[in-house]
């Protein structure tokens, strides 16, 4: 199973995730996440339950209403 900090980095390389998070740039995805899930790093999302769990809704919300 992928860590959840590879996910995340992946994902930022998604242009329309990016567009979904309204970043412009891999950084910029990368600010609004950890921003969103109240972290510094995407490694945290590694260690923290409820940063993952934030992270993962997230995706979910990309995934079911915001990724078209």
């Known amino acids: 199973m992928a860590r959840t900090s590879f996910t995340a980095v992946k994902m930022g390389q998604n242009p329309a995730f990016r567009a979904y998070l309204g970043a ?21 999302l590694d260690t923290n339950p409820d940063a993952a769990e934030r992270f993962h809704a997230i995706r979910r919300e990309f995934a079911y209403g915001g990724g078209d």
């Open 24 to 44: 412009d740039t891999e950084q910029g995805a990368r600010d609004a996440l950890c921003r969103r899930c109240g972290i510094q790093s995407r490694a945290e």
